[in-house]
């Protein structure tokens, strides 16, 4: 459900320019997503972000937000973005993307979003990340962590499963 006042106060929040880590870190955490805060349930749009600034396609998260709250953002965003409604956005925006589940997908491509679960399956929620591959081979994460600011780096996608079930990943084209 889209909230007028919550985009009329996310545009007045600074945002620095680049990728975006730690949802829950300075005001990037107080700005507004469905009934709650970022720093919630806001991974969805942050990984979103990041994908446009890795396509070289910038936009200001407030609108973002704004887009998540409209097309993906059931409950007024209590459980944060679906996942399977996050396509809108990507169709709307002339993003080309592939849905992935298998690990060697997401392993070989160069950039995109991943959903999985925090704790057990089904029953807790799940966390976005945007992950894109440097020249050196590595991949990096960011936003892994909503209270750290650091990239984390991984040399395979496979090193998240053993902790964390994937769900879904959108493989950016």
């Keep these: 459900m889209y909230r007028p006042k919550n985009y009329k106060f996310n545009k007045k929040v600074s945002v620095q320019d680049g990728y975006l880590n730690g949802q829950s870190l300075g005001q990037l955490g107080t700005m507004r997503f469905g009934a709650k805060n970022v720093d919630d349930n806001g ?10 600034q890795y396509l070289g396609r910038p936009m200001p998260l407030a609108d973002i937000i704004r887009e998540m709250e409209i097309y993906a953002a059931p409950l007024g965003a209590r459980r944060g973005t679906s996942g399977l409604l996050m396509i809108i956005f990507f169709f709307r925006h002339h993003v080309k993307f592939r849905l992935a589940w298998r690990i060697k997908r997401l392993d070989r491509a160069k950039a995109g979003l991943i959903l999985y679960y925090v704790k057990r399956p089904i029953f807790s929620g799940g966390h976005f990340v945007f992950y894109r591959r440097l020249e050196d081979g590595r991949i990096a994460l960011y936003n892994r962590y909503s209270n750290s600011d650091a990239i984390h780096y991984v040399n395979s996608i496979r090193e998240l499963k053993p902790q964390k079930m994937i769900c879904l990943g959108y493989i950016l084209k």
């Design 43 to 52: 991974c969805g749009p942050i990984g979103l972000y990041n994908a446009m």
